[in-house]
């Protein structure tokens, strides 16, 4: 989730206050009681930006596990690929899971895909996730805010909902 390294060499990012919507969505889950996992990503290369040893697989202090928190390490793409978190899941009844984190276009989109094809009610929280950009293979420039906006486009609807932190807190 932190991706310290591209946040290190200036990448421009989009959905600045993702950070401080990362926060409020886990004080209120914790104060209402509501199931809090967290998924670490930990590449097995040890060239890889996120190897357990790299600066890339650091969580940043605004999404760190508090006590007894559960945390799933992963080491593809997808939270539930390679992990227990689908049993997990259903070990608890839990049917409705909300998405944030880093980066909207690769791990949070995988999960949430992933998640409403396992059967779960996806809420994809569209402030608490951000995109970096990226020049495609046709070097064509992508802004952040473009690949963060196509990756809302394709998830609402199609894969669960898309909403803003202040929708998901009233609801």
């Given at each position: 989730?932190?991706?310290?390294?591209?946040?290190?060499?200036?990448?421009?990012?989009?959905?600045?206050?993702?950070a401080d919507n990362i926060?409020?969505?886990?004080?209120?889950?914790?104060?209402?009681?509501?199931?809090?996992?967290?998924?670490?990503?930990?590449?097995?290369?040890?060239?890889?930006?996120?190897?357990?040893?790299?600066?890339?697989?650091?969580?940043?202090?605004?999404?760190?596990?508090?006590?007894?928190?559960?945390?799933?390490?992963?080491?593809?793409?997808?939270?539930?690929?390679?992990?227990?978190?689908?049993?997990?899941?259903?070990?608890?009844?839990?049917?409705r899971v909300v998405i944030?984190?880093?980066?909207?276009?690769?791990?949070?989109?995988?999960?949430?895909?992933?998640?409403?094809?396992?059967?779960?009610?996806?809420?994809?929280?569209?402030?608490?996730?951000?995109?970096?950009?990226?020049?495609?293979?046709?070097?064509?420039?992508?802004?952040?805010?473009?690949?963060?906006?196509?990756?809302?486009?394709?998830?609402?609807?199609?894969?669960?909902?898309?909403?803003?932190?202040?929708?998901?807190?009233?609801?």
């Amino acid at each position: 989730m932190a991706l310290a390294h591209e946040d290190a060499t200036g990448a421009v990012r989009s959905c600045p206050e993702a950070a401080d919507n990362i926060g409020r969505l886990l004080d209120e889950f914790r104060t209402k009681g509501d199931k809090v996992i967290h998924v670490h990503h930990h590449g097995l290369d040890p060239e890889d930006p996120f190897h357990v040893d790299a600066p890339g697989a650091a969580v940043q202090p605004f999404a760190a596990p508090r006590g007894d928190e559960a945390v799933i390490i992963k080491h593809v793409s997808s939270a539930f690929a390679g992990t227990s978190l689908e049993a997990d899941l259903r070990a608890e009844n839990i049917e409705r899971v909300v998405i944030c984190g880093a980066t909207a276009n690769h791990c949070a989109e995988s999960a949430a895909r992933s998640a409403s094809s396992l059967g779960f009610e996806m809420v994809y929280a569209s402030d608490a996730v951000w995109a970096y950009e990226a020049i495609g293979p046709d070097g064509v420039s992508h802004s952040a805010e473009q690949i963060h906006s196509v990756t809302l486009a394709n998830l609402h609807g199609e894969f669960g909902a898309v909403h803003s932190t202040d929708t998901i807190l009233n609801a």
